[in-house]
């Protein structure tokens, strides 16, 4: 079975500094995706950064950007010029390709002023 | 696009009683989900359907549980004899599966129903 771990529970970064959260996976698979998705607190889950596993180039979105190294199944996301909007728990997910998930256990990211 | 809605935000029910809650999708999406969510944990897939179709359960999925989706567009979940280990978040994502499966879909979530049983 796919399992997600996020090993950093929580996190605190100073607002306009730079974070990376942690995350790794493990299977079997060649092909698969990976996401990560931001839940604010009392608000929906919205998605942050999507990486295909065939890309060997680095997802990037804006702020947030990818550090994906396959080999070792690791999965990082980099936040720079964090701001106060960005604290929420950040959640690490997998998907063989048949998008049924599986997710880490979150890391709270709070954003110091 | 008004994004995925559901109701209620919150249900407190007593242990024994049956809860439903209603999940609308993104319009033109033809994919729906349902995860669970308990406290300090990341969401658990339960089901899913592809149009009206529920292609798969998790084994989460007790018997006291049911999903429907009867014209492909809003879905209902139905917990039947409700127990405290029942209480938590109940997320339902949807996405847009255009090519059968050869490239996977972002899921766009909605903002939950939580339930206490009581």
């Known amino acids: 079975a796919q399992t997600v771990t996020q090993s950093q529970p929580e996190m605190s970064v100073q607002e306009a500094e730079t974070v990376t959260l942690s995350c790794t996976y493990d299977?079997?698979?060649?092909?698969?995706?990976l996401f990560w998705y931001k839940q604010p607190p009392s608000r929906q889950m919205i998605l942050v950064i999507r990486?295909?596993?065939?890309?060997?180039q680095n997802a990037t979105e804006n702020r947030f950007s990818v550090n994906f190294q396959k080999a070792a199944k690791s999965f990082s996301l980099k936040i720079s010029d964090s701001q106060l909007g960005d604290a929420a728990m950040y959640f690490c997910?997998?998907?063989?390709?048949?998008?049924?998930?599986?997710f880490g256990t979150g890391t709270r990211l709070t954003i110091i002023p | 696009d008004t994004g995925v809605s559901q109701d209620p935000r919150h249900k407190i029910t007593k242990r024994g009683q049956n809860v439903t809650f209603r999940c609308d999708p993104i319009?033109?999406?033809?994919?729906l989900y349902w995860y669970r969510q308990t406290l300090g944990q990341g969401p658990e897939f339960l089901t899913y359907?592809?149009?009206?179709?529920?292609?798969?359960k998790s084994r989460l999925l007790s018997d006291r549980f049911s999903a429907e989706r009867p014209k492909g567009s809003f879905s209902t979940l139905e917990i039947q004899r409700t127990e405290q280990g029942d209480s938590a978040m109940y997320l339902c994502?949807?996405?847009?599966?255009?090519?059968?499966?050869?490239?996977?879909?972002?899921?766009?979530f909605g903002p939950g129903t939580r339930l206490t049983v009581l």
């Open positions: 990486q295909e596993a065939y890309k060997q």
């Open positions: 299977t079997s698979e060649s092909d698969y995706y």
């Open positions: 359907f592809q149009n009206e179709a529920q292609l798969e």
């Open positions: 319009s033109e999406h033809n994919r």
């Open positions: 997910a997998y998907d063989p390709g048949n998008e049924k998930l599986t």
């Open positions: 994502a949807s996405s847009l599966s255009e090519l059968a499966g050869l490239i996977t879909d972002t899921q766009y």
